[in-house]
C-alpha cells in the first residue's frame, strides 16, 4: 500500500483554499466581462468583483483601495518597484541598500540596476539571520533613494523588524520597500505602522491562485513615484498596463479575506505542530541545528541542518514527504543556499539542511509521520557512513 504523502514546502506554494475555487470559478464563463468595457453591464459586474477585491487586500495590509496595484505575482511586484523607483528617482541619487538574504527578485533586480550605473549596497545580517539597526543606519547616504529588505525570509522563515526599519528611513527620506511574499497572510502587515512606501505580495503563498499578486503603493505623505515598467492601454492609473485578470483578482481578494479573518488563530496552530516538528527532532537526534532566529520566525517555518547527512541524498530518502532544500526559485542553482551561507553556515551543514513549510492544511498526524521518516532516514544514512 502506498503511503499518502505529506506536503511541507508551504514557501514553495500553497494549494488554492476551497473557498477561493469556489469564488473564482464563475468569473471564468459566466461573469466574464472585461472591467475596462464601461458600457454594458458584462464590464460593470467585472469592475465590481475588481473593486471589491481592491477592497479585501487593501484591508489585510491596512491601505487604501487605490493603493493597490494587481500585478502577476511578487516578482512582477518586486520589480516594478525597484527598477520604476530607479527610474523616478535617479535625478536624487543612485544608491540602493539591500540585505545578503533577499529572494533572488530582488537580488537580480538589483545587479541589474548596478550594471546601468547604480549603486547597491548588500547587509550583511547576523547568525540569527536579523539585519541591524545600526548598519543600516551607517549605510544611509545623502544620495540613498531605496531601501528593500525582505520582511520573513522564505529560507530560514526569519522575521526583520520592519516597524523599525520604517521609521529609520522615513526619517531619513529613504523609500522603503518590502518583500512581504512570505508574511503577508500569515503575520500582521500594517504598511501605515510600519512606515513602508512599497510593498510585494503575492496570492500562491497565502491559499491564492498562482499569476497573481500585488503592488502596494504609497499615495500619501509621501506620495511614491514610479516609472511604469510595462506600456500599452493605461491600466491601473498607468503603472501597470494589460486587462485585469478578474477570476484571478478575486481568488487574491478571497484568499485576503480569508486570512484578514483566520491568520490569529491559524497562526497558533501551526506554530503548535512547527514547535513539535523542532522538538521531537531536535530531542531524538544527535547533531542538529535550527537555522535562524528561534522565536522572531513565522508560524510554519522550520529549517534545521543535519551533522554528518548529504541533504540531496536525504531528500531523495524523503519519498513521501515534499520538503525543500531551500527556495524554490533557486532549486536548480548548484551548491548550498546563499541565505544559509549568509548566516556563517558552514558549506557541508548548509548541503545537509532542510526547509519544513507549514500550512494551513498540515495536521497533526502529517507532523508525527514526518518526524519518524525524518528520524529513520537519517539514523539510516549515518549508520550507512559508520559501517565499513
Same mark, same amino acid.
Given at each position: 500500500?502506498?503511503?499518502? /504523502?505529506?506536503?511541507? &514546502? ?6 488554492? &483554499?476551497?473557498?477561493?475555487? $469556489? *469564488? ?42 487605490? @493603493? ?26 543612485? =544608491? ?22 547604480? $549603486?547597491?549596497? /548588500?547587509?550583511? %545580517?547576523?547568525?540569527?539571520? !536579523?539585519? *541591524? #539597526? ?8 545623502? &544620495? ?44 500582521? %502587515? ?7 512606501? #512599497?510593498?510585494?505580495?503575492? *496570492? =500562491? ?33 498607468? #503603472? /501597470? ?8 483578482? %478575486? ?6 479575506? !480569508?486570512?484578514?479573518? $483566520?491568520?490569529?488563530? @491559524?497562526? /497558533? ?18 547533531? %542538529? ?44 542553482? *548548484? ?30 498526524? $502529517? ?22
Amino acid at each position: 500500500m502506498t503511503k499518502r /504523502r505529506i506536503y511541507l &514546502d508551504n514557501h514553495a506554494t500553497t494549494p488554492v &483554499d476551497p473557498r477561493v475555487l $469556489e *469564488a473564482m470559478l464563475p468569473y471564468f464563463n459566466e461573469r466574464f466581462g472585461n472591467p475596462a468595457s464601461k458600457s454594458h453591464p458584462f464590464g460593470w459586474e467585472a469592475q465590481n468583483a475588481v473593486d471589491q477585491a481592491l477592497g479585501q487586500v487593501a484591508a489585510l495590509i491596512g491601505a487604501s483601495e487605490n @493603493e493597490i496595484v494587481f500585478t502577476s505575482g511578487a516578482t512582477e511586484s518586486i520589480n516594478l518597484a525597484l527598477k520604476g523607483a530607479a527610474a523616478a528617482y535617479r535625478g536624487k541619487g543612485r =544608491h540602493i541598500v539591500t540585505t545578503t538574504i533577499e529572494h533572488r527578485a530582488v537580488l537580480d533586480p538589483c545587479q541589474l540596476l548596478a550594471d546601468n550605473g547604480f $549603486e547597491i549596497t /548588500r547587509l550583511d %545580517v547576523d547568525r540569527d539571520g !536579523i539585519l *541591524a #539597526l545600526d548598519d543600516l543606519a551607517a549605510a544611509l547616504r545623502e &544620495d540613498t533613494i531605496l531601501v528593500s529588505i525582505i520582511h520573513a525570509n522564505n529560507e530560514i522563515g526569519v522575521i526583520q523588524d520592519i516597524e523599525a526599519i520604517g521609521a529609520l528611513c522615513r526619517g531619513k527620506g529613504v523609500l522603503l520597500h518590502v518583500d512581504a511574499a512570505q508574511s503577508v497572510g500569515k503575520i500582521p %502587515v500594517d504598511v501605515d505602522g510600519m512606515q513602508i512606501d #512599497l510593498l510585494s505580495i503575492s *496570492a =500562491h503563498k497565502y491559499y491564492g491562485p498562482k499569476g497573481i499578486g500585488a503592488l502596494y503603493v504609497r499615495r500619501r505623505s509621501p506620495r511614491v513615484q514610479l516609472q511604469p515598467q510595462m506600456h500599452g492601454g493605461g491600466h491601473q492609473k498607468g #503603472l /501597470r498596463a494589460g486587462t485585469l485578470p478578474v477570476p484571478l483578482i %478575486v481568488g487574491l481578494g478571497v484568499a485576503s479575506s !480569508i486570512a484578514w479573518n $483566520e491568520m490569529a488563530e @491559524e497562526g /497558533r496552530r501551526i506554530a503548535q505542530l512547527r514547535d513539535h516538528l523542532i522538538e521531537e527532532l531536535t530531542g531524538r537526534l544527535d547533531g %542538529v541545528t535550527q537555522n535562524g532566529h528561534p522565536s522572531q520566525r513565522l508560524p510554519g517555518n522550520a529549517n534545521l541542518s543535519f551533522t554528518g547527512v548529504d541533504g540531496a541524498r536525504l531528500l531523495s530518502a524523503l519519498s513521501n514527504l515534499a520538503v525543500s532544500s531551500g527556495s524554490a526559485c533557486a532549486s536548480e542553482e *548548484a551548491g548550498p543556499s546563499h541565505v544559509l551561507r549568509a548566516i556563517g553556515l558552514p558549506g557541508s551543514l548548509a548541503a545537509a539542511s532542510l526547509r519544513f513549510g507549514l500550512g494551513r492544511f498540515t495536521t497533526a498526524q $502529517e507532523i508525527d509521520c514526518a518526524i519518524n521518516e525524518v528520524y529513520q532516514a537519517v539514523n539510516r544514512m549515518r549508520d550507512q557512513r559508520k559501517a565499513p
